[in-house]
T-cell receptor, first 112, second 115 residues
Framework: DTGVSQNPRHKITKRGQNVTFRCDPI?????LYWYRQTLGQGPEFLTY????????KSRLLSDRFSAERPKGSFSTLEIQRTEQGDSAMYLC??????????FGQGTRLTVV | AQKITQTQPGMFVQEKEAVTLDCTYD???????LFWYKQPSSGEMIFLIY??????QNATEGRYSLNFQKARKSANLVISASQLGDSAMYFC????????????FGTGTKLQVIP
């Protein structure tokens, strides 16, 4: 499978716990994006990497959120001290420069 | 800043008929790209079609075509010969250039194809 891969697919966590999601983009893609999608809404931009550099962060990304792409390949998104409002689908996408972005299947987070 | 507006929360279409999903946008970027994605109930976002702001012709991909009217800032998706498998959420999105590399999405239109 050469598409965008996200792990885990589902995560249930207790409020206050930390969670980490992983995204493996399409191998030749230099850009990687994280989005959050809640029920009935379109995806909301969180952050964007060009290779290993994090070039843009949304105001939605509070201090509890951090994303890395250490070697310009896979990326991780960590949420510290999770809150119920963090429950959502977290989508990762990748693209080659300004071409279309391809999305993974997402990680559905439920905070109980 | 970029903004995408999709004013149709839901649409119905008879199988084999054509349907148009509306999208208007706002941006201050002189150069930008417009996208349509399909999201079935399974959740994955599937890329459908792309239109560049300087493209002279409207984009087409199989049964999908993008009716791009730059002066009106609209980028409507036309699906011809609708199939039952077209039932899904459809999102219009755009990406600017320069400092606006993120892709901004609209709120989506839920399309239901009726047999």
């Amino acid at each position: 499978d050469t598409g965008v891969s996200q792990n885990p697919r589902h995560k249930i966590t207790k409020r206050g716990q930390n969670v980490t999601f992983r995204c493996d983009p399409i191998s030749e893609h230099n850009r990687l994006y994280w989005y959050r999608q809640t029920l009935g809404q379109g995806p909301e931009f969180l952050t964007y990497f060009q290779n290993e550099a994090q070039l843009e962060k949304s105001r939605l990304l509070s201090d509890r959120f951090s994303a890395e792409r250490p070697k310009g390949s896979f990326s991780t998104l960590e949420i510290q001290r999770t809150e119920q409002g963090d429950s959502a689908m977290y989508l990762c996408a990748s693209s080659l420069d300004n071409t279309e972005a391809f999305f993974g299947q997402g990680t559905r987070l439920t905070v109980v | 800043a970029q903004k995408i507006t999709q004013t149709q929360p839901g649409m119905f279409v008879q199988e084999k008929e054509a349907v148009t999903l509306d999208c208007t946008y706002d941006t201050s970027d002189p150069s930008y790209g417009l996208f349509w994605y399909k999201q079935p109930s399974s959740g994955e976002m599937i890329f459908l079609i792309y239109q560049g702001s300087y493209d002279q012709q409207n984009a087409t991909e199989g049964r999908y075509s993008l009716n791009f009217q730059k002066a009106r800032k609209s980028a409507n998706l036309v699906i011809s010969a609708s199939q039952l498998g077209d039932s899904a959420m459809y999102f219009c999105a755009m990406r600017g250039t320069g400092g606006y590399q993120k892709v901004t999405f609209g709120t989506g239109t839920k399309l239901q194809v009726i047999p």
